[in-house]
T-cell receptor
Framework: AQTVTQSQPEMSVQEAETVTLSCTYD???????LFWYKQPPSRQMILVIR????KQQNATENRFSVNFQKAAKSFSLKISDSQLGDAAMYFC?????????????WGAGTKLIIKP | ETGVTQSPTHLIKTRGQQVTLRCSSQ?????VSWYQQALGQGPQFIFQ???????GRGNFPPRFSGLQFPNYSSELNVNALELDDSALYLC?????????????FGNGTRLTVT
């Protein structure tokens, strides 16, 4: 069975600086998708960025980028120029490409604190 | 474009009771998934509905059941509530026709069982 591990329960960063959130996963599959979701106090899960495993190029979305290391099964999220609005829980999630029900498997989350 | 909406926002029930949670999917989406998120944890997959049929189920007992309606909205029903059912219940919609379609979530229903 696939698992997702986020080893940092909490991280803090000064506003305008850069922070990296860690995620590792375990799978025997070769084709899958990885996601980072943000959950602010409003409770809604918001997609931050996604990565297809077959793509070697790391995904980027404005200030958000990932470091995808397939062999190491690592998928870290880098947030540049941190803003107060980035404060939230961040969840890493995995989805098999062969799973017909598109189930997401989630890590336990990392709480990101932005210091003004 | 209308996003995913869930109702009610909060709910308090007594152990042994039954509860129904509701979800309206985002316009253009034909698939609804339900997740349970206990406090301080990541979500756990309950089940998914596509074309009004259950299309996959996580490790949840049969007292967790659901429905999907022709307009793609959905209900989650939980019978014989237990204290451990206290959690945030998240509904997510997506388009099954696109394999890498991301999930779009609602704001969840906070269920407290006393």
């Amino acid at each position: 069975a696939q698992t997702v591990t986020q080893s940092q329960p909490e991280m803090s960063v000064q506003e305008a600086e850069t922070v990296t959130l860690s995620c590792t996963y375990d799978t025997s599959e070769s084709d899958y998708y990885l996601f980072w979701y943000k959950q602010p106090p409003s409770r809604q899960m918001i997609l931050v960025i996604r990565q297809e495993a077959y793509k070697q190029q790391n995904a980027t979305e404005n200030r958000f980028s990932v470091n995808f290391q397939k062999a190491a099964k690592s998928f870290s999220l880098k947030i540049s120029d941190s803003q107060l609005g980035d404060a939230a829980m961040y969840f890493c999630a995995y989805r098999s490409a062969s799973d017909s029900n598109y189930q997401l498997i989630w890590g336990a989350g990392t709480k990101l604190i932005i210091k003004p | 474009e209308t996003g995913v909406t869930q109702s009610p926002t909060h709910l308090i029930k007594t152990r042994g009771q039954q509860v129904t949670l509701r979800c309206s999917s985002q316009s253009g989406h034909n698939t609804v998934s339900w997740y349970q998120q206990a406090l301080g944890q990541g979500p756990q997959f309950i089940f998914q509905y596509y074309r009004e049929e259950e299309n996959g189920r996580g490790n949840f007992p049969p007292r967790f059941s659901g429905l999907q309606f022709p307009n793609y909205s959905s209900e989650l029903n939980v019978n014989a509530l237990e204290l451990d059912d206290s959690a945030l219940y998240l509904c997510a919609s997506s388009t099954r026709d696109r394999h890498n379609s991301p999930l779009h979530f609602g704001n969840g229903t906070r269920l407290t069982v006393t």
